[in-house]
């Protein structure tokens, strides 16, 4: 069998390898950075990982599709307003293309995600409501934070 290449990037219906990136480098981050201080400021698709260091000013994110990576650089290659102080966090593209694991495939394929963001969400809906909410459908939930 002849190995054909191809330039689509993978997905459950072709099979094939991305063939595009999927991170992105984040730089001038406050030091006092967590992971959800980073989450806060990604959307736009599933991560597969976050790498970060604590104390450093950049984080590294991996999105589980190219795609997703693709469209969250060009609506932040710009740049980023910090929401909690004035800085402006820079956004790069990765020029790596980074293989997708059979278990991160098997995800796309079944629709799972690994983090939800919830966004203006009225202060009475507590922590076991959303939680309750999350849960409904059959869904695992494996936690829910402030």
């Known amino acids: 069998m002849r190995h ?10 072709n099979g094939q390898l991305p063939s595009a990136p999927r991170r992105v480098k984040l730089s001038n981050l ?5 992971p959800t ?23 590294e ?17 710009k740049g980023i307003d910090y929401p909690y102080e004035k800085r402006t966090v820079s956004v790069e593209l990765s020029p790596e293309i980074e293989p997708i ?30 939680t309750r909410l999350a849960a409904r459908k059959g869904r695992e939930v494996e936690c829910v934070t402030d």
Not at 4 to 13: G, L
Not at 65 to 73: F, G, N, S, T, V
Not at 120 to 130: C, D, L, Y
Request: aromatic letters at 12%; glycine letters at 4%; a positive charge.
């Open 61 to 77: 994110v991996l999105f589980m599709q190219p795609k997703d990576c693709a469209a969250y650089y060009s609506a932040t290659s």
């Open 101 to 130: 694991s059979t278990f991160v495939r098997w995800c796309i394929e079944a629709g799972e995600t690994r983090a939800v963001r919830a966004i203006g969400v009225e202060e009475k809906w507590t922590i076991p409501a959303m």
């Open 37 to 59: 201080t980073i989450q806060s400021l990604v959307f736009g698709g599933a991560l597969e990982t976050i790498f970060y260091t604590p104390m450093s000013t950049t984080a």
């Open 30 to 34: 406050p030091r006092n950075h967590s």
């Open 4 to 13: 054909q290449s191809s330039s689509k990037t993978w997905s459950p219906s």
